[in-house]
């Protein structure tokens, strides 16, 4: 089943990370502290209002689960607001080491994977892609995004590895093309993820391409959706960093991921494929008809446990908080984790800045007045991306500040989560800067 073919209101970034509130009185935060809970991890006595959120989408059985962490600096372990279960029906608990669906959040990694190949030297951030995938040589643009497929023009420049990063090489997507361009994913098998293996009523059955060379290589067949370097549209281009890895390194992607990021920050629990002995771990998925949770991937019998068809950069990892924890902490570190080095603090600050080429026109774009690095949104000083199924994660380098909101469930955009967290931390800070004050 394709990912984000489940509802379009899902990709609607524009609530999905604001840098500027997210992290807004953060550096009062900073100084505050967060009890004795270093260790425990659980700080709902400093959050009672994200807790509050928490609670009301828990035990209200309108979510299985809402977990939330938060991490300053270097510190071991994030701390925890919220909670659940792994399912509505199963008693586990959550916790650091439960297994989230992230899909989207996978961008941010490869984004990353790529910056360690340009810092090496193998990629160059402004080397065309046709001299790595000699199939994206020639690329034609359709004259209407939403047209026939046999009315293009040429492409006016070549497809380059920072469009690649930043969604502005003008390919295509399952969620935002429309009429024949989607139905050509569609027919190609160019998936981005995956939801089910069960059906889902409204949602067109795809079978994806047979590996994520044929997948590249269909790609380059169709044409553009815009000229490369003028818009920013949301893209297959993540997905299609994988091949380009690929490629370069002379591994298989995911073999990759584990041996550049994966083994080097502690990310034991980061998978394409949950393992079988893992699977217990493994949170149930929902889509949300009418309000109410319906199971559409459940842990015991995920899609997830079997091989993907396609290894996909731009939607296709499991992992937990603290996984996650871990990767977005080595940013904070500027690449480096415990000691390690992972990649260059170069590497790191480049891919984490706004990399959009100058020519690209944002009016209108989820990304107007804001910026976008490395396979995630810039801003100022923050970094990060979402996933379809609810997730979010996001570091701050001037505050030092990670965080991560855990749930599972599709659209994510059928519940105001988002948009809720913001409002109830932004309180939250507001009394702790109060009490600060009254303590000063």
């Given amino acids: 089943m394709p990912l984000d073919t489940l509802a379009p209101s899902q990709v609607s970034r524009r609530t999905l990370l604001r840098a500027s509130a997210l992290f807004a009185g953060g550096a009062a935060l900073s100084g505050l502290p967060f009890g004795r809970a270093a260790f425990a991890h659980d700080v709902a006595e400093n959050w009672p209002n994200v807790a509050a959120l928490a609670d009301k989408y828990v035990s209200g059985r309108k979510l299985a689960n809402l977990?939330?962490?938060?991490?300053?600096?270097q510190e071991d372990h994030a701390h925890t607001v919220g909670g659940g279960t792994l399912a509505l029906s199963k008693p586990a608990a959550v916790d650091e080491n439960s297994l989230f669906r992230i899909y989207s959040m996978s961008k941010p990694i490869t984004g990353m994977a790529t910056m360690i190949l340009i810092d090496e030297g193998k990629l160059g951030l402004d080397q065309p892609v046709h001299e790595i995938l000699p199939a994206f040589r020639d690329m034609r643009v359709l004259v209407d995004p939403e047209g026939p497929l046999d009315e293009t023009v040429p492409a006016n420049q070549p497809i380059t590895i920072r469009m690649l990063l930043t969604h502005t090489s003008g390919l295509g997507y399952q969620i935002i093309s429309k009429g024949p361009l989607q139905k050509a994913f569609n027919e190609q098998g160019l998936i981005g993820g995956r939801v089910s293996r069960m059906?889902?009523?409204?949602?067109?059955?795809?079978?994806?391409?047979?590996?994520?060379a044929v997948w590249a290589d269909r790609l380059a067949e169709l044409p553009l959706m815009y000229q490369p370097a003028t818009k920013w549209s949301y893209s297959a281009?993540?997905?299609?960093?994988?091949?380009v890895i690929e490629v370069v390194s002379g591994m298989e992607f995911e073999a990759f991921l584990k041996k550049r990021i994966f083994e080097p920050c502690g990310m034991t629990s980061t998978f394409m494929q949950v393992p079988a002995s893992e699977a217990h771990r493994l949170t149930d998925n929902y889509g949300i008809i009418g309000g109410t949770a319906f199971p559409i991937d459940p842990g015991p019998a995920s899609v997830f446990l079997d091989p993907p068809e396609v290894a996909a950069g731009g939607g296709g990892l499991v992992s937990s908080p603290k996984d996650y924890d871990r990767f977005l902490r080595m940013l904070l570190g500027y690449g480096t984790l415990d000691g390690k080095f992972v990649m260059s603090e170069n590497a790191v600050?480049?891919?984490?800045?706004?990399?959009?080429?100058?020519?690209?026109?944002?009016?209108?774009?989820?990304?107007?007045?804001?910026?976008?690095?490395?396979?995630?949104?810039?801003?100022?000083?923050?970094?990060?991306?979402?996933?379809?199924?609810?997730?979010?994660?996001?570091?701050?380098?001037?505050l030092k500040l990670r965080s991560c909101l855990w749930t599972q469930y599709m659209p994510s955009e059928a519940f105001p989560i988002r948009d809720e967290f913001l409002a109830a931390m932004e309180k939250d800070l507001t009394a702790m800067r109060a009490m600060k004050k009254m303590a000063a």
């Avoid at 977990?67 to 600096?73: A, C, D, H, K, P």
């Fill in 67 to 73: 977990f939330l962490t938060f991490g300053w600096g």
């Fill in 199 to 212: 059906p889902i009523p409204g949602v067109e059955p795809v079978t994806p391409a047979p590996g994520l």
């Fill in 237 to 243: 281009s993540i997905d299609l960093l994988g091949r």
């Fill in 349 to 398: 600050r480049v891919g984490t800045s706004d990399l959009i080429p100058a020519s690209v026109d944002l009016k209108g774009s989820w990304l107007e007045g804001e910026g976008h690095g490395a396979g995630g949104r810039s801003k100022g000083s923050s970094f990060g991306w979402g996933g379809a199924a609810g997730t979010l994660g996001a570091v701050d380098f001037d």
